[in-house]
């Protein structure tokens, strides 16, 4: 290892030179196996691989995280599929290890934002979760180890220039970080908080029932949002995020954008949308466009004539709002975080359109007395954390 890595450039083309480096002249604690990662790469790298490594910590199971441009797309732990899972992962009769199920939720929590992404192993990648890998488009990966196998096949794509960074499971960063914005550094101490059930003990509506399924979701989208750009919200179930509102400037947006990801994570499964037939040979990504617009209130303006015959063999029989909406009125169960308190009631009403029962978010508002009411409105749990989890 070395103490500094000279990068191609940084953010942008432009801004030259670029490195990473340890200030206290020790070892980075990485090494590249292949490829040439960039300043926005590591950046995805370290945000995401401290996620996951929080994930494991806090359930037990290997997690795996998919990032964009220094944000989850999604994250998850390795619990096994749903046959219906598995066809909306296009991971039908594929052999799937923990780890695999791991990343094949995380990277089909939103598959359009995940294309090019970069991935976060928690546990050394196997075989069965490169071979996933080896099938999607994506920038790099960094885990703690690779099986030989597992290297062998990640190292065969991009013709040989894929990013594999390998990191040292034990390293620990210094107790205070810093970062220059305009020649001017900031410093602060690094955020070490321990996210766990322990938090969500101070459930202040009437519904008091929080399972041990929902504890786990409510983690995972709080421990996802401490590495998401904020403001930011987090939809998660079933062991997985579904739905990430990142990096917007009003909390309701947060909750628009991640309900939306949502609903069309939980329309992927709606029987029309699984009947969809496909012509052969057409790629993921074009499977994953058109599904999207499919599922989109465009649908009838984009696939015209001309058009759907690309995607598919059979003109498909459109998906009616009245059915989207039937649909989605039959999910219930989601978890809910927010890296801030919820200034108004508008947020809880949004997030029960997308399935929301279980809501953990700091409180600390001048209108919590509304927000509750909303809440016990509809007969949501939630729980009062008092962490705020900003991210920048």
Not at 317 to 323: D, S, V, W, Y
Request: with cysteine; hydrophobic share 40%.
């Amino acid at each position: 290892m070395a103490n500094e890595l000279e990068l191609k450039y940084g953010c942008n083309p432009n801004q030259k030179p670029a490195r990473i480096f340890m200030q206290d002249g020790s070892d980075l604690p990485i090494k590249v196996l292949c490829g040439r990662p960039g300043y926005i790469n590591f950046l995805d790298a370290f945000n995401g691989w401290q996620l996951v490594r929080e994930l494991k910590a806090a359930t037990g199971l290997p997690a795996a995280a998919s990032f964009k441009h220094v944000s989850p797309a999604g994250a998850a732990v390795g619990l096994p599929l749903t046959d219906t899972l598995k066809k909306i992962y296009f991971t039908d009769n594929v052999e799937l290890s923990p780890l695999a199920c791991a990343y094949a939720r995380a990277r089909g929590a939103d598959r359009m934002s995940s294309f090019g992404d970069w991935i976060s192993l928690s546990d050394v990648c196997d075989l069965p979760t490169a071979q996933l890998i080896a099938k999607e488009v994506s920038d790099g990966i960094i885990a703690p180890g690779y099986t030989e196998e597992a290297l062998a096949v990640l190292k065969g794509k991009k013709k040989g220039n894929y990013n594999i960074v390998e990191i040292d499971p034990n390293y620990e960063p210094a107790a205070i970080e810093r970062k220059d914005v305009f020649g001017i550094t900031f410093e602060q101490g690094h955020n070490n908080l321990k996210i766990d059930s322990e938090m969500l003990s101070n459930l202040v509506t009437e519904n008091k029932n929080l399972p041990e399924e929902a504890k786990r979701d409510l983690v995972i989208a709080l421990i996802t949002l401490k590495y998401t750009q904020s403001n930011s919200v987090c939809y998660a179930v079933d062991g997985q995020v579904i739905g990430v509102g990142a990096g917007q400037q009003s909390r309701i947006h947060c909750t628009r954008l991640a309900g939306n990801k949502a609903d069309i994570w939980h329309l992927r499964q709606h029987p029309k949308v699984l009947g969809l037939q496909f012509v052969p040979g057409l790629g993921r990504a074009n499977r994953d466009n058109a599904i999207d617009v499919y599922i989109s209130d465009e649908c009838e303006d984009v696939l015209g004539d001309d058009v759907w015959q690309n995607f598919f063999t059979l003109r498909p029989e459109p998906l009616t709002a009245a059915e989207k909406k039937e649909w989605l009125a039959s999910f219930t169960g989601v978890s809910l975080g927010s890296d801030a308190f919820f200034p108004f009631g508008d947020n809880v009403e949004r997030a029960r359109r997308s399935g929301v029962s279980y809501i953990a978010q700091p409180g600390g508002s001048i209108r919590d007395d509304q927000v509750i009411e909303t809440c016990n409105r509809y007969g949501i749990a939630m729980a009062f954390t008092g962490i705020r989890l900003f991210h920048h």
